[in-house]
């Protein structure tokens, strides 16, 4: 209670708006640091909130203060360390004041910091300190935070001012013996090589001061190795001799430096592995600056041969270091080492023996790969996993964890040992090789060695000539094949044989080629499913599901030296396949004969191996139909709804494979199937409005409502693999919406399925305009009720929420005719709805409301209905997306927001707008055009907003929305600079306003990886090809 009082007046003392005129008092008199800190915030909120409101007096007094606090505090040494964290806080402050009053107001500062600086060290710095922390914040960091044009003065402004901060630190080097002082300098140096003019870095004695009088003292050398990568990250053109000559001397100097310190024989793996913190920081250091060099001057090495053994030297340090065991030193290595191989394989991606050896790069390079390659090999990451969980619904799953560090690292380490096999595979096969007899003969013998060697043996499918793959991998198979027969240990055994599995399953183009042994390999595949050891059967699953998908035609055409084709004898055999196997496994293998059948071509073929295929769960559905039929209440037993579910599961699975001929098996049952849902909904209902929500967690409940989401998965999945619109048309969708549509609509909320709303707009998304027709019926039944639940606040009912403007944008983009014959009411629903979407705080939600915004502007437009819609939403809309754009959570969104802005102002501009706007608005008293009364309205809504803005500012910012609204990159910009504006005086944090563009470029990078890595054999996984990309 006492505590909450406390803070009910801290709270009231921060919102008063003269507070701030008290921090001087609580700072000097007050014992308490949490105290002082409390009172910094305060100041620190008026400099980024207020500043530009406060007076000119009042400001000068505050900047003084500050100033002289600070002067105060780190004239005492001792005070660098006792009050750090205080004196940091004023250091942060006072660069706050700094970018507000610098230099118009305050164009002595450099010269003033710098002139204080050689008076006192401990002073001095501090200063460096604070220069640090305003390089970070103009160069580093005013993206977002500043306009543009205010960050370009502020660089340009301290650019002009370098040389006394650089002469400030060059007498720090010159004449300080003080070892906080002199790293605080460095540190400094350090931050602002990535600006500073060239002629500073090697025009003075700036790099022989790093090298020589720094590079080998260990108090000294990992901050001066800091500087010297940002040294070796500078770029300069191909022409510039000048500058390729002093970054050869660079490199030379340094690595003599470092032979001195760190002799080439040095085992740099166990130097780390019994070093301490800064001894392990300097190997972290000194990867980072050889490959930051290598990767961008190792051209220039390569290009002189007087550099060519520095280079290999470099290059034997390297191989050192990835040897290391430690995770972030050897993913930098890695990014080099994978780099350079790329490189050295673009040269000539299919090269013969012959013209390899004359190729210039590589013969300079080749031993050092051939070490590459072995820690590689020794060394390879865990492929994807394919993990078991249980779902919400208590049922097990199976999930592939893809987004983890450790399959990112293993996606690296694939490509680089592909790309170096593709270099040279022999060397590669010979490694290989000797590392399995290795585990064959016991020296190397372990499960972890074991695992990473088969890792590595089937990360290089594909990245060689067929005729070697088939040599090598008879040979692996064989040995492992040895071993298992030779170790003794059921652990043993099944960690060979997952192994075995595993490489099988990487080589599909090997198993394409041999029908015989892919035979062998699927029915050792179907004991292992019978193999109760961990994992083995999940294993089995995974890789006979590879297998089924890369060679599917394999098994339902009659292969040489059989009667019949294999796909009749996996059906004919199918019950005592499966008879160990988890529920979870069942949908897998299924799903895997599946894809078997997909590839039969014939209709007339396939359908009785559908009949077949399906034989099993049918027996097992048709015995609880006709129970149900007898009595009906057999369905509410939770044992019943397991079975169905798994039934339907198994379907699903064989739907999601086979495709629209599954229609011969749902056919079969989906009146039955849309029974057992309607009955099943009415007692989830019932159970509901009887005993309350609380009901629907109930197991049998859980259980049932899995049944009723199986079901929509189901036709959903079908219908999306459909490619007979008028089938589906005719035939299922009016069974499916009377079954569905009514049922959600007089259910209790919490029993609605958010999966209708998907079916819905899956449905709608596939069949598009065809289903116009059914538009009216399906809103009527789903939109009210469902706006109904999520109207009343941002996070009730998600599911339903995501669904609901997932159809609505399915609407909008195949079935726009239907919103045009909407009575005005309804349509007014639909638009206060996609308001209501592009509000939310849940970025996905968000996304859509404005996509689907976007869209319906674009299909109003060519309508005859435009004017009429511009007439009642243009200003409305207009308004409410200012005020999303204004919010701080949507900046993610910026883009759209400026596409849709642009789109609003450009149609005005243009005059596709012919309705006049100003109707009814008392305020027009004259002649006026829409564009002129568009932007006194944004300029009178964004003075009502921000007081602040001048009618000046107002009036530019309006004007750019006109002269910008074609270029959509340039009015996002315009836009970003207005936040950045508002942001300031408001106090926010604006550093994610570059937030999408960043989102942006990592896919457009992602994307142009793909690309070379398709265009590489070997380096996508075989199961991640696209399929007509297989031979």
């Known amino acids: 209670m006492q505590q909450h009082f406390c803070q009910q007046i801290l709270t009231q003392l921060k919102e008063h708006p003269d507070a701030w005129t008290r921090v001087d008092m609580i700072l000097e008199f007050s014992q308490s640091q949490s105290t002082k800190f409390y009172a910094l915030g305060i100041l620190q909120d008026v400099i980024k909130t207020r500043w530009k409101a406060l007076s000119r007096e009042q400001c000068e007094g505050i900047k003084t203060y500050i100033v002289g606090l600070i002067i105060k505090l780190s004239s005492e040494p001792g005070s660098l360390t006792t009050e750090l964290l205080y004196l940091n806080k004023l250091n942060a402050i006072l660069v706050q004041i700094v970018k507000h009053e610098w230099p118009r107001n305050w164009p002595t500062f450099i010269g003033d910091i710098v002139g204080a600086s050689k008076t006192n060290e401990s002073l001095c710095q501090n200063n460096l300190a604070i220069l640090k922390i305003l390089s970070e914040e103009i160069f580093d960091f005013s993206a977002g935070v500043m306009t543009q044009n205010k960050a370009k003065y502020l660089k340009d402004t301290m650019c002009d001012d370098f040389p006394q901060i650089f002469e400030l630190c060059t007498f720090v080097m010159q004449n300080s013996q003080s070892v906080s002082l002199v790293h605080e300098t460095l540190e400094t140096i350090q931050r602002f090589i990535t600006w500073m003019p060239l002629g500073y870095i090697f025009r003075t004695k700036l790099v022989p001061t790093l090298i020589y009088k720094y590079l080998n003292v260990p108090e000294f050398r990992n901050v001066t190795l800091r500087c010297l990568t940002e040294v070796a990250s500078i770029t300069f053109g191909k022409e510039d001799e000048e500058s390729a000559d002093l970054f050869c001397s660079l490199f030379t100097l340094t690595l003599g430096q470092l032979k001195q310190m760190l002799p080439l024989t040095t085992n740099i793996k166990e130097a780390y592995k019994n070093g301490r913190d800064p001894e392990q920081a300097f190997i972290l250091n000194l990867s980072m600056f050889l490959c930051t060099y290598l990767k961008i001057h190792g051209s220039l090495l390569e290009s002189r041969a007087n550099m060519h053994d520095p280079l290999l030297e470099a290059l034997h340090y390297l191989v050192l270091i990835s040897e290391v065991e430690e995770k972030e030193i050897f993913k930098i290595c890695l990014e080099y080492w994978s780099t350079l191989t790329f490189e050295l394989y673009l040269e000539k991606p299919f090269p013969s023996d012959t013209v390899a050896q004359q190729v210039s790069r590589r013969p300079l390079y080749y031993p050092v790969l051939s070490k590459v390659r072995l820690i590689m090999i020794s060394n390879m990451a865990k492929p994807e996993e394919v993990v078991v969980v249980e779902n919400e619904a208590g049922e097990v799953v199976r999930e592939t964890m893809v987004d983890t560090d ?569 836009l970003r600079d207005f936040l950045v504006q508002i942001r300031e005086i408001a106090g926010e944090d604006s550093s994610d306003l570059f937030l999408e563009e960043r989102k942006q470029q990592l896919e457009a990078a992602a994307q142009e990886k793909r690309q070379q890595q398709i265009a590489v054999p070997g380096v996508l996984n075989p199961h991640e090809l696209p399929d007509e990309m297989e031979s």
Request: proline share 3%; net charge negative; aromatic share 10%.
């Open 406 to 974: 450790a399959v990112s690292l293993y996606k690296t380490m694939r490509a680089t040992l592909v790309y170096l096999t593709h270099l040279d595979w022999y060397d590669t096969e010979r490694i290989m090789t000797e590392k399995l007899e290795s585990q064959v003969n016991g020296s190397e013998w372990s499960w972890k060695n074991l695992n990473r060697l088969c890792w590595a043996i089937g990360s290089i499918s594909g990245a060689t000539i067929e005729e070697n793959e088939k040599r090598f991998l008879v040979t692996v198979i064989k040995e492992l094949l040895g071993m298992v027969e030779m170790k003794r240990g059921k652990d043993n055994k099944a960690i060979i044989a997952s192994n075995i599995m595993y490489i099988v399953g990487q080589y599909p183009r090997f198993l394409r080629a041999h029908w015989k042994f892919l035979k062998t390999v699927v029915k050792k595949l179907f004991e292992f499913m019978h193999e109760l050891h961990d994992g083995v059967q999940d294993m089995a699953c995974d890789t006979f599901i590879k297998i089924a998908q890369k060679c599917r035609r394999h098994f339902v055409f009659v292969q040489a030296g059989e009667t019949q084709p294999y796909i009749k004898e996996i059906l004919n055999t199918i019950s005592s396949i499966i008879c160990d196997l988890q529920p979870q496994q069942v949908h897998t293998f299924y799903e895997a004969v599946g894809y078997m059948i997909s590839a039969q071509t014939d209709s007339l073929m396939m359908e009785p191996l559908i009949e077949k295929y399906f034989e099993l769960p049918n027996s097992v559905w048709d015995n609880i139909i006709q129970q149900a039929a007898k009595d009906v209440t057999v369905l509410q037993e939770r044992e019943t709804a397991k079975q169905l579910s798994n039934i339907l599961k198994t379907n699903i699975a064989g739907c999601g494979a086979i495709g629209h001929p599954y229609v011969t098996q749902l056919g079969r049952v989906y009146l039955d199937m849309l029974n057992v849902y309607k009955v099943l909904s009415e007692n989830i209902s019932t159970a509901i409005s009887t005993h309350g929500e609380q009901a629907a967690k109930q197991p049998q409940l859980v259980a049932m409502r899995a049944v009723k989401q199986d079901v929509l998965r189901l036709i959903s999945t079908w219908i999306s693999k459909s490619h007979d619109h008028k089938m589906v048309l005719d035939n299922f969708m009016p069974p499916f919406l009377e079954a569905v549509l009514a049922d959600y609509h007089r259910n209790v909320p919490s029993a609605r399925e958010p999966l209708v709303l998907s079916a819905l707009a899956t449905t709608i998304n596939h069949l598009g305009e065809c289903i116009t027709v059914h538009v009216p019926m399906i809103f009527d039944a789903v939109f009210e009720c469902t706006l109904e639940m999520i109207n009343k606040d941002f996070q009730e009912f998600p599911e339903h929420r995501m669904n609901f403007f997932n159809m609505l944008q399915a609407v909008t983009e195949h079935c726009f005719p239907a919103f045009l014959q909407m009575p005005p009411m309804q349509f007014k629903l639909i638009m206060d709805s996609i308001i209501w979407a592009f509000k939310h705080t849940m970025r996905n939600v968000a996304e859509t409301g404005l996509n689907i915004l976007l869209q319906l502007l674009k299909n109003v437009e060519m309508t005859e209905a435009a004017q009429g819609f511009y007439s009642t939403y243009y200003l409305l809309v207009l308004q409410h997306i200012f005020s999303v754009v204004t919010d701080s959570s949507h900046t993610a969104d910026l883009f759209m927001h400026a596409t849709i802005l642009a789109r609003l102002f450009c149609i005005v501009e243009d005059g596709a707008v012919s309705v006049a706007l100003y109707e009814g608005d008392a305020t027009v008293t004259g002649p006026t055009t829409n564009q002129v009364y568009v932007a006194g309205f944004v300029s009178h809504l964004l003075g009502q907003a921000y007081p602040h803005l001048q009618e000046q500012q107002r009036r530019v910012l309006v004007e750019g929305f006109f002269s910008l609204d074609t270029n959509v990159s340039g009015f996002r910009d315009h």
